[in-house]
C-alpha cells in the first residue's frame, strides 16, 4: 500500500514539474520547492497515519502468546473466543469490578484457565484462581478495581501453562521484575 502512494505521489510530482517548465526559471525553481514541500507533508502524514496502526498491535503477543491487544472503552463488553474458552467481560463501575464468565466451549478438558485485565494505567488485575473446564462448563470472574483510575482495558484467558514472559522470569515468575504491577484474584499485592 506505501510502495502504491509513493508511486501515486511520483506520478503527480512528475506532472506538476512538467508543467512548470514553461514557466521562467526563478518561478519555476519556487514552485518546484512547494510543491516538493507539499508532497513530503503528504507523505510524512500517511506515513505517521500508517504508523499509528502498526503501534498499536505491536504490544498485543501473537496466537501463542495469549494476549490479543484488544482495547475496551469502560462501557464496553468483552465476547473473546480463544484457544476453546468464550470469555465474556464487562466493568461494573457501581461494583468497582470486572464482571462475568469464562466457559469452555471446545469438547476437551481446558486445564488451569485463569483470566487477567490489563488497564491503561499499566496495572493487571489477576490473574483469577486457575480452574479445570469440562466441555460446556462455566466459571464466574470478579475481579476488584477498587482503587484503580483507567481510561481503557484488555483482557484475555490463559490456559495451561502457558505464560506470556515480560520480566526476566516471566510476567508472573517474579512479579517485581515483570511489566505490569498486579492485583490477584481481586486483592493487592
Not at 498491535?57 to 468464550?86: F, I, M, P, Q, W
Request: one cysteine or more.
Amino acid at each position: 500500500m506505501l510502495k502504491s502512494i509513493i508511486h501515486l505521489h511520483h506520478n503527480i510530482s512528475v506532472m506538476f514539474i512538467n508543467s512548470y517548465l514553461t514557466i521562467t526559471k526563478s518561478k519555476r525553481i519556487m514552485r518546484i520547492n512547494k510543491l516538493l514541500k507539499a508532497i513530503f507533508s503528504v507523505v510524512l502524514i500517511q506515513i505517521m497515519c500508517v504508523s499509528c496502526n502498526f503501534g498499536q498491535s505491536e504490544s498485543a503477543h501473537n496466537e501463542e502468546g495469549e494476549e490479543s491487544g484488544k482495547r475496551y472503552d469502560k462501557n464496553e463488553v468483552c465476547e473473546d473466543l480463544r484457544k476453546g474458552t468464550k470469555l465474556i467481560l464487562k466493568y461494573d463501575e457501581s461494583a468497582l469490578a470486572f464482571v462475568g464468565t469464562v466457559e469452555n466451549v471446545s469438547t476437551k478438558v481446558i486445564k488451569k484457565v485463569r483470566v487477567e485485565v490489563h488497564l491503561s494505567n499499566g496495572v493487571e488485575l489477576g490473574p483469577t484462581k486457575k480452574v479445570n473446564l469440562v466441555p460446556g462448563e462455566k466459571t464466574e470472574i470478579n475481579l476488584s478495581a477498587k482503587g484503580q483510575s483507567f481510561e481503557w482495558w484488555s483482557t484475555h484467558a490463559e490456559t495451561g501453562n502457558s505464560e506470556h514472559g515480560h520480566g526476566e522470569n516471566g510476567e508472573h515468575g517474579q512479579r517485581e521484575k515483570g511489566e505490569h504491577s498486579h492485583v490477584e484474584n481481586g486483592e493487592h499485592n
